[in-house]
Structures are given as C-alpha cells and as structure tokens.
C-alpha cells in the first residue's frame, strides 16, 4: 500500500461546478497537509497549507483534513476553466513531504 | 521578489555526457529541495540541502546523481553518465527556515537521447 493514494482520474466537470478532490493515507505521523495545483509543463504551485485536523478557507477553495480517518479533502467552488490543471496532494511528519500522483481536473465550458 | 528559478529549462543529452541543473531559491529561502516527477507519477524527493549542507540524501541515486548549495550561487544537481531512464523533469523548491513551505520553480526537461 503507497503511503499516499490519489485518483488519478480525469475528473471531467461543468463549469460553475463544486469539485471535490480527495487523497488517503496510512501513515499516521503526517501532521501538515498541503495542495499543490500544476499546469501542464509547469512547476507545483502552493495552494492550501493545513496543520491537524479541521477545514481551511481560501477564496473559492477549502481544505479539510480528517486524521481519524487518514482522509483529507480539496473542494473548488465555483469551478472555473482555468482551474484545470493537475491538483496533488501533499503531507509530510518531518520535513520531507510525501506526494500524491495528482489527480487531472478538467472544467469544460 | 522573484519565484524559484531554474535553469536551464530544456537539456538534451547524449547517453553518457554531464548533465548540470541549477536552482536559485527565493530571496530569504536557505532551504532547497530537489524532485525528480515522471510522467504519470508523482513528485520523489531526491535530496534536501541548506546552504553548505546535505541534509537528507535519501531520495538520491547512490551513483552518478551529486547535489550541492555552496555558500555563494545556485544550488546545481548533477548528474553524470545520464542514462536514458533518467530522462525526467526534475523540479527545485525552496522553503523559508523553520515553516517548510516549499515554493516550486518552473523546471528543468531533461530528455536523454
């Protein structure tokens, strides 16, 4: 079992959609959790940046970490074109973070 | 403030030559990381250095793979005898002391012909 598991998809949306993005994990040492967004040919870009357990707002995106269940979770409200990208999760315990593959989202017009 | 930068951004080599990446963190970064992602897989650390200092290896290849942060300049991945696997793109972060929030540069594509 990967330590860090993430649907690869394609996740194919409408725009204006709510898309939820998901990754688990079994290791329970992670205690920062973090989402990355990348476009095609590009380098990751920070999004969200958690530490525990709870839900953390920015703008039109959520993050929310739930340990009891090695589950955490990115929602994008109002999903917009220029969101598809590739979005991978990230957790780390010390200070090497682990990655998920990334999963392809793609808000068609 | 500039992003993390790399360079250069495409390097083609012949099985066998040098290949030499380069990676300038952000300004007030001392921390760097390197990352190796190939296509259809995720990002694998490959070595987290501060200046002057390797600090964890332990993603890195034993042989032909070397990384360094010299007191002055970039840090500069190095790979000697590329092999065709090692074809990649190989990514820098940077992270602040103590929050260990990495910032990604663009790049580097290597293609080994």
């Known amino acids: 079992q990967k330590e860090v598991e993430q649907d690869p998809g394609p996740l194919s949306v409408p725009e204006g959609a709510i898309v939820s993005l998901n990754c688990t994990y079994s290791?329970?040492?992670?205690?920062?959790f973090m989402w990355y967004r990348q476009y095609s040919r590009k380098g990751p870009e920070l999004l969200m940046y958690?530490?525990?357990?709870g839900n953390k707002e920015d703008g039109r995106f959520t993050a929310q970490v739930d340990k009891s269940s090695k589950y955490i979770s990115l929602f994008i409200r109002d999903s917009q074109p220029s969101d598809s990208a590739t979005y991978l999760c990230?957790?780390?315990?010390?200070?090497?973070?682990?990655f998920g593959r990334g999963t392809s989202l793609i808000v068609h017009p | 403030n500039a992003g993390v930068m790399q360079n250069p951004r495409h390097l083609v080599r012949r099985r066998g030559q040098e290949a030499r990446l380069r990676c300038s963190p952000m300004?007030?970064?001392?921390?760097v990381y390197w990352y190796r992602q190939l296509p259809e897989e995720g990002l694998k650390f490959m070595v987290y250095?501060?200046?002057?200092?390797?600090?964890?290896e332990s993603g890195m290849p034993k042989e032909r793979f070397s990384a360094e942060f010299p007191k002055e300049g970039p840090s500069i991945l190095r790979i000697q005898q590329v092999v065709r696997g090692d074809s990649a793109a190989y990514f820098c972060?940077?992270?602040?002391?103590?929050?260990?929030?990495?910032?990604f540069g663009p790049g580097t594509r290597l293609t080994v012909t």
């Open positions: 972060a940077s992270s602040p002391p103590l929050t260990y929030e990495q910032y």
């Open positions: 250095l501060q200046k002057e200092n390797i600090i964890d």
């Open positions: 300004k007030g970064h001392s921390h």
């Open positions: 290791n329970s040492a992670f205690q920062y």
């Open positions: 990230a957790m780390r315990g010390s200070y090497i973070p682990t």
């Open positions: 958690t530490y525990s357990s």
